[in-house]
């Protein structure tokens, strides 16, 4: 049971993920039901003798088969559009932080104060402590205060990278030369991790993300103790 659970999606710490797992299981219950429709067809039709050798042409069953499609598009159309807006959507952000790829780690800064900004290295693995995960732990983790919105300014200084944390729905692409963005809030607190998601070289696996969700004023002691 527990191998089973991790084949669908992390669980979700953010609304906008929460719509992503929506969509997805919307569009999976229609598949299923696509799926389910057609192998029985086929199956009937394999085991069944019936034959018409003077039917020529259907056009009732040619109208089904053209109008039923058309409607299975439409129901999976509207709610990805309706997720690819939120996806989209840039309210007006609490707080604004820029991230930069490197080969191969991250650094951060934050926009909204003076002089915050440092770097994040993946922790060996014979440096790492009791109950750490490996490939996954960061020396410096990212705070950010829980229920505010968080605009990512996105770039890199080299090649190519991605920053991906799963449970909040959030992949955006590092470009060189070129700022991406993009909008997220954690509506729970904890620890949560992502890792760079564009093969940028030969450390790619090795320059994990780690951002820990606090109260607002956790968030703002912890600004002021690294400023």
């Known amino acids: ?12 710490a953010s609304p906008l993920m929460e719509q992503l797992i929506h969509f997805h299981d919307h569009s999976m219950f229609i598949i299923t039901m696509i799926v389910t429709t057609v192998g029985y067809m086929i199956f009937s039709l394999m ?7 003077h039917v020529m042409d259907g056009q009732y069953l040619e109208i089904l088969w053209t109008v039923l499609p058309a409607a299975v598009l439409i129901f999976i159309a509207l709610p990805s559009l309706r997720v690819l807006y939120l996806i989209d959507d840039t309210t007006r952000p609490i707080l604004t932080m820029k ?18 900004d440092f770097d ?15 490939l996954l732990e960061v020396d410096n ?38 700022l991406n963005q993009a909008t997220f809030w ?15 070289g030969a450390n790619h696996s ?3 993300i780690v951002m820990e969700s606090v109260m607002p004023l956790d968030f703002l002691n912890w600004i002021e103790k690294i400023s």
């Open 47 to 53: 085991v069944n003798k019936y034959m018409d050798q």
């Open 99 to 116: 991230t930069i790829g490197h080969q191969w780690y991250w650094s951060y800064e934050y926009s909204d104060f003076l002089d915050v």
């Open 1 to 12: 049971m527990a191998t089973f659970a991790h084949l669908g999606f992390q669980d979700s």
């Open 120 to 134: 994040s290295y993946m922790i060996p693995q014979n440096e790492m402590d009791k109950f750490t995960f490996r």
């Open 141 to 178: 983790r990212t705070s950010v205060p829980m229920n505010a919105t968080i605009r990512l300014l996105i770039s890199s200084e080299d090649v190519l990278h991605s920053w991906a944390i799963p449970s909040i729905g959030v992949k955006a692409d590092a470009t060189p030369g070129r």
């Open 186 to 200: 954690f509506n729970r607190p904890g620890v949560f991790y992502g890792q760079c998601s564009e093969i940028c």
């Open 206 to 208: 090795f320059m994990p």
